[in-house]
């Protein structure tokens, strides 16, 4: 079970629950209740982005790209390159990537025996979203703007015009409908 919290003090923050039989999934006992997933793998700024669970083992993904996985591990299922079962969480190494921003599709997926992960720097998203990684990535902006508090936000030079573009257009829009609708007043007025 998955929940996010929404607490007005905390950053929203999703935290995992489990309950039933963690013999080989977890703790060597049987939990009763939900139960959170703690661990001090996971950091304060860190959430979970995906997670699966099967017979004998975990994975948890983070928004930092930490793989996270406990459990049965006697083949080798967990990927840590040994047969060791993990009974409190571990990270598992995985392959260095350039900016944890081009990870735009990420699926990970728990057999009984093995283990998945799909990530893909190709993205699926509409274009506002794309639109706005591409606005926080700062190695290719090329305007820095200062706000009133001193925070500097850089922005990309085609975004802006793209959404200057925008706004004339649903300003051309908006003067369409009030001119019409004020000729329909001006008709009515004519009968």
């Known amino acids: 079970m998955l929940i996010e919290n929404e ?16 013999y080989y999934n977890g703790l060597n006992k049987l939990i009763y209740e939900f139960t959170e997933i703690k661990s001090s793998l996971f950091e304060n700024d860190d959430n979970i982005l995906d997670f699966s669970v099967r017979n004998y083992h975990t994975l948890i993904l983070t928004s930092h790209l930490k793989l996270i996985g406990f459990g049965g591990n006697f083949l080798c299922q967990l990927g840590t ?3 060791k079962n993990q009974s409190i969480p ?25 283990s ?14 794309d639109l706005i990684k591409l606005f926080r990535r700062k190695e290719f902006c090329d305007i820095s703007f200062k706000t009133e508090n001193g925070e500097i936000i850089k922005a990309h030079k085609l975004i ?7 706004n004339e257009n649903q300003n051309e829009k908006l003067q369409e409908i009030i001119s019409k609708n004020q000729l329909k007043n001006q008709i009515k007025y004519l009968k």
């Open 160 to 166: 802006l015009k793209y959404r200057l573009n925008q």
């Open 90 to 114: 571990i990270q598992i190494e995985l392959p260095k990537l350039r900016f944890n921003e081009d990870i735009y599709n990420y699926h990970i997926s728990c057999g009984d025996y093995k």
């Open 81 to 83: 390159g040994d047969t």
């Open 7 to 22: 607490n007005e003090n905390e950053n929203p923050k999703r935290k995992l629950y489990s309950c039933g039989n963690r």
């Open 116 to 129: 998945f992960l799909y990530y893909s720097p190709f993205s699926f998203s509409n274009l506002e979203e």
